[in-house]
């Protein structure tokens, strides 16, 4: 399975053979490296710890894990698994090339944007409540969240009102339209979850779609 992290900049759109527009998603894998790599003997598993573009401030126990591998400190630190017969090595550069090329299907796994505290019409596509004569303001209200003497809650899981997005999301089978070497990038179609700048994982899908 292949794994590697990258930031997203942003969409735009490009023409195919048949001058059908199609919506990308510019995806930016440049200053992807290695931090560490874990291993079956001494972590009892395998993976690549991987960091992105540089950070401002560090706290002091990542300093020293950063200065532990002589890595430059990132934006993050992601853990992506890797097969034991891999050949990467701490402080090596990710090139987005080395892992996917045109054609290929990935999954893409963010956080969403993040919405706020939002009402249940909004959050759950509630349809709300009578707007006619005789009903108070509660045309957006949830209504009944439950019986009063039993079983005397509200049963764990109940749709109402709350914060809305923020949350990690995977979209699957994305199609990969351009991959550049030289830039260290690559073009996916359609949107990608998450705003500008937020780090996403790109992963080789597990279903491909026919």
Same mark, same amino acid.
């Given at each position: 399975?292949?794994?590697?992290?990258?930031?997203?900049?942003?969409?735009?759109?490009?023409? !195919? +053979? #048949?001058?059908?527009?199609?919506?990308?998603? &510019?995806?930016?894998? %440049?200053?992807?490296? $290695? /931090?560490?790599?874990?291993? !079956? +003997? #001494?972590?009892?598993?395998?993976?690549?710890? &991987?960091?992105?573009? %540089?950070?401002?401030? $560090? /706290?002091?126990?990542?300093?020293?894990?950063?200065?532990?591998?002589?890595?430059?400190?990132?934006?993050?630190?992601?853990?992506?698994?890797?097969?034991?017969?891999?050949?990467?090595?701490?402080?090596?550069?990710?090139?987005?090339?080395?892992?996917?090329?045109?054609?290929?299907?990935?999954?893409?796994?963010?956080?969403?944007?993040?919405?706020?505290?939002?009402?249940?019409?909004?959050?759950?596509?509630?349809?709300?409540?009578?707007?006619?004569?005789?009903?108070?303001?509660?045309?957006?209200?949830?209504?009944?969240?439950?019986?009063?003497?039993?079983?005397?809650?509200?049963?764990?899981?109940?749709?109402?009102?709350?914060?809305?997005?923020?949350?990690?999301?995977?979209?699957?089978?994305?199609?990969?339209?351009?991959?550049?070497?030289?830039?260290?990038?690559?073009?996916?179609?359609?949107?990608?979850?998450?705003?500008?700048?937020?780090?996403?994982?790109?992963?080789?899908?597990?279903?491909?779609?026919?």
């Amino acid at each position: 399975m292949k794994s590697i992290i990258a930031k997203k900049i942003g969409m735009t759109q490009l023409f !195919d +053979e #048949n001058s059908v527009a199609l919506g990308v998603t &510019l995806l930016d894998v %440049s200053g992807c490296r $290695v /931090v560490q790599i874990k291993s !079956d +003997e #001494n972590d009892g598993y395998n993976a690549a710890q &991987l960091t992105i573009g %540089s950070a401002k401030k $560090v /706290v002091k126990p990542l300093q020293e894990h950063y200065k532990k591998y002589n890595v430059e400190p990132g934006e993050g630190l992601f853990e992506v698994p890797i097969h034991e017969e891999g050949t990467l090595e701490s402080g090596k550069e990710i090139n987005v090339s080395d892992f996917f090329e045109v054609g290929d299907k990935v999954d893409i796994t963010g956080f969403s944007k993040g919405k706020g505290f939002s009402g249940v019409m909004k959050r759950h596509n509630f349809s709300g409540q009578k707007a006619s004569h005789g009903v108070h303001k509660v045309h957006r209200a949830g209504g009944s969240i439950g019986n009063a003497s039993y079983p005397g809650h509200v049963f764990k899981g109940t749709k109402m009102a709350g914060r809305m997005g923020n949350q990690k999301t995977t979209i699957q089978s994305v199609t990969v339209v351009e991959v550049n070497k030289e830039k260290n990038y690559l073009l996916v179609n359609g949107s990608v979850p998450g705003s500008k700048g937020n780090i996403v994982q790109i992963s080789s899908a597990i279903k491909v779609n026919s």
